[in-house]
């Protein structure tokens, strides 16, 4: 089963809510403008569908998607895009570019999700990525970065794994060091019949504090932040895919974020 699997797919079933995601970036847009947004610029956009989400049934928004890798942008043509209309096709614009790299055209909503950003392990590369979304921000714009935190993200060789329809989705942190805060994390995917999609995706980033990001964010320009912190789920204890702004927030072993970094 493992050789006949598409991991693309099977991400996109276990990892991602595109429809989720767009209606929550526009209501961190709204909480910042109150108004709506139109365009959203969808940085390591992967296969991006959020961005065929943000434009599907609603005629007035258009899309950007950035990615520095042909595979996944090919596979989103074929998959996601292909699902489209035609008119709403016309209204996402992809760029195969170093994020830090776009000079345009500016978007209300900038967007880099499932702590992509993590891939800037200094102040001076992330700085110059948030310097260089702030210019291509217009001027009522938004940056929404998520990120995970907490004691149990700094754990080494743990497995965390979730049931999907038909296959098993296994989060590995492989490997992280306290002094740089550097760390090694893969995706496999296990099926019933005993195969494994083994390190279908790796990651190599720095794992970053929320203060640090606020920090980082009002060097480059941005004149407030904004913390959404996710709500626990009362029975089962984990997260509930719910977020709130916060100010403060108690202890997690575990916990998810966005942070908005508002022009």
């Known amino acids: 089963m493992a050789s006949k699997a598409d991991k693309y797919d099977l991400y996109l079933q276990s990892v991602q809510e595109p429809d989720h995601d767009a209606w929550f970036l526009n209501r961190a847009y709204k909480d910042a403008y109150g108004r709506s947004a139109q ?5 390591f956009c992967g296969t991006f569908a959020v961005c065929c989400s943000w434009v599907r049934g609603r005629p007035k928004r258009s899309a950007i998607g950035v990615d520095i890798d042909t595979a996944p942008l090919d596979w ?6 292909a699902k489209l209309s035609s008119k709403e096709q016309a209204r996402i614009t992809l760029q195969q570019n170093d994020v830090r790299s776009v000079t345009g055209p500016k978007a209300d909503i900038v967007a880099a999700q499932n702590f992509s950003f993590c891939i800037f392990k200094t102040r001076d590369a992330l700085r110059t990525y948030f310097t260089s979304v702030y210019r291509n921000l217009k001027a009522e714009g938004v940056l929404l970065l998520d ?4 004691p149990e993200s700094y754990e080494e060789d743990t497995e965390d794994i979730h049931k999907q329809d038909g ?9 992280f060091d306290p002094i740089t805060h550097h760390c090694t994390c893969f995706i496999h995917f296990r099926f019933k019949d005993g195969s494994e999609m083994k390190r279908a995706f790796r990651y190599d980033w720095r794992l970053w504090t929320i203060p640090e990001l606020r920090e980082l964010l009002s060097e480059a320009g941005f004149r407030e932040t904004q913390v959404y912190w996710e709500d626990t789920d009362s029975e089962t204890g984990e997260g509930n895919d719910v ?4 100010d403060h927030a108690e202890s997690d072993p ?3 974020a966005y942070i908005a970094g508002v022009k």
């Open 76 to 81: 989103g043509r074929r998959n996601n895009l």
């Open 147 to 150: 990120m995970m935190g907490g």
């Open 39 to 43: 365009t959203l610029r969808e940085d």
């Open 167 to 175: 296959f098993k989705y296994v989060w590995e942190q492989h490997r």
């Open 254 to 256: 575990a916990w998810i």
């Open 243 to 246: 977020f709130r702004r916060r």
